[in-house]
């Protein structure tokens, strides 16, 4: 099992920028792929952006595409959300999740696909 522990939220205005962090710790840590889903209130769990630990490979949903990028530091165990040009739209707990087996692919994400997450993070974008 993995232990994840989001932070970096908070509130910003729109255009603003914010860097999400999600450290991994546990024996299974830093394998398979973590991805960073949002919760909007009385809205899905929507997946935004998934990176692949083997090769580094991401994916980006349509409604973040050229905003938010997706990165890690394999040596800190630790993946980040930098997401820039920020609109009210993107407010939402934002949680990461990790799964051994998974692969981020042009599929999509689910959130079935993921064994472990954090607690979540508070983002709001507001004036």
């Known amino acids: 099992q993995v232990q994840l522990a989001e932070s970096g939220g908070g509130l910003v205005q729109p255009g603003g920028s914010l860097r999400l962090s999600c450290a991994a710790s546990?024996?299974?840590?830093?394998?398979?792929?973590t991805a960073w889903f949002r919760q909007a209130p009385g809205k899905e769990r929507e997946g935004v952006s998934c990176?692949?630990?083997?090769?580094?490979?991401?994916y980006q949903s349509n409604s973040v595409k050229g905003r938010f990028t997706i990165s890690r530091d394999n040596a800190k165990n630790t993946v980040y959300l930098q997401m820039d040009n920020l609109k009210p739209e993107d407010t939402a707990i934002y949680y990461c999740?990790?799964?051994?087996?998974?692969?981020?692919?042009?599929?999509?994400?689910?959130?079935?696909?993921?064994?472990?997450w954090g607690q979540g993070t508070q983002v709001t974008v507001s004036s």
């Open positions: 999740a990790t799964d051994v087996m998974y692969y981020c692919s042009d599929n999509g994400l689910s959130r079935t696909d993921f064994t472990s």
């Open positions: 546990g024996p299974t840590a830093g394998y398979g792929a």
């Open positions: 990176i692949n630990s083997s090769d580094g490979t991401t």
